[in-house]
């Protein structure tokens, strides 16, 4: 999860279409992961976690997929609406006491007419 | 069920000021934490609390204090503003080392 910098990396998709949102985590002791969404001027929300023995889990029109082989996570959002334009980011367990989670910066998905 | 509620929303402070901002959850959560998040970046953890009475440094805790009084309560002080502390400031709160919920973020600017 290391800075991109002030540009975050930006997805746009046609509004129906399936979205992949990916993200490689750092820690292969990480055991707990995150996918959390962002509109502009609110808090990080929620959206699914996965725990590191398991591969996928699905949610309502979102699937998370974990490759703990190459550390990588990815977003899936089937169906894509307007209202889910925002950032979305990861978070791993790094299982350090109360330092636990570290968080990429994210993925800007800007979903078109 | 109000969740993490944080105030003020936004602020502007002179060089050298200080003030509180304020965080309180009502979920009976035992960990709290507060994050800076600046353009472009991921979130960065500036101090957390494991309970009542429990304050730890996170990553960037230059400038800033925190307390822990009670299990609702996590208030984060910055002394002497600087520019640099121009950011946006989550505070959150968790069950343990399970998944972290938000508030809704305080936006403050130091001229």
């Known amino acids: 999860g290391e800075s991109v910098g002030l540009h975050l990396p930006t997805l746009s998709v046609q509004e129906g279409d399936n979205s992949i949102i990916n993200c490689a985590y750092s820690n292969s002791a990480s055991d707990y992961f995150i996918w959390y969404k962002q509109e502009s001027g609110k808090g990080p929300q929620f959206i699914i976690d996965i725990r590191s023995n398991m591969d996928k889990r699905q949610g309502q029109r979102v699937t998370v997929l974990l490759n703990k082989t190459v550390k990588h996570l990815s977003l899936q959002i089937a169906a894509t609406q307007p209202g889910d334009s925002a950032v979305y980011f990861c978070a791993e367990n790094m299982r350090n006491y109360g330092q636990n989670f570290v968080f990429g910066p994210g993925t800007r998905l800007s979903v078109l007419p | 069920n109000a969740g993490v509620t944080q105030t003020p929303k936004f602020r502007i402070l002179k060089i050298g000021q200080s003030m509180t901002l304020q965080c309180a959850q009502d979920m009976n959560h035992n960990y709290m934490y507060w994050y800076r998040q600046d353009p472009g970046m991921g979130l960065k953890l500036i101090y957390y609390s494991v309970g009542a009475g429990i304050t730890d440094k996170g990553e960037v805790p230059n400038g800033y204090n925190v307390s822990r009084s009670t299990t609702e309560d996590f208030p984060l002080r910055l002394e002497l503003a600087a520019p640099s502390q121009t950011s946006v400031y989550f505070c959150?709160?968790?069950?343990?080392?399970?998944?972290?919920?938000f508030g809704e973020g305080s936006w403050l600017t130091v001229v």
């Open positions: 959150a709160s968790s069950f343990g080392e399970n998944t972290i919920y």
